[in-house]
């Protein structure tokens, strides 16, 4: 058996979600960190709008910077 040596979900494209204790995700309230598992970069959101924008904006940024 020859295993894929590109995966289709690379290391590089990990996140770690942490939802604050007082996120009720159920209401549509989230409020925590998300953190990059490669490079360590990280932020704090208040909303689903801020999770998905930051996500979005260094998927982008991190995807630039291989491609280079």
Do not use: C, K
């Not at 942490?18 to 990059?36: K, M, Q, S, T, Y």
């Amino acid at each position: 058996m020859v295993l894929n040596p590109h995966p289709i979900y690379p290391a590089a494209g990990g996140y770690v979600l942490r939802l604050h204790r007082d996120a009720r995700p159920e209401d549509g309230h989230l409020v925590g960190r998300i953190e990059h598992v490669s490079s360590g970069a990280y932020a704090d959101f208040a909303s689903s709008e801020g999770l998905l924008e930051w996500l979005a904006q260094h998927a982008a940024e991190i995807r630039g910077t291989r491609a280079a």
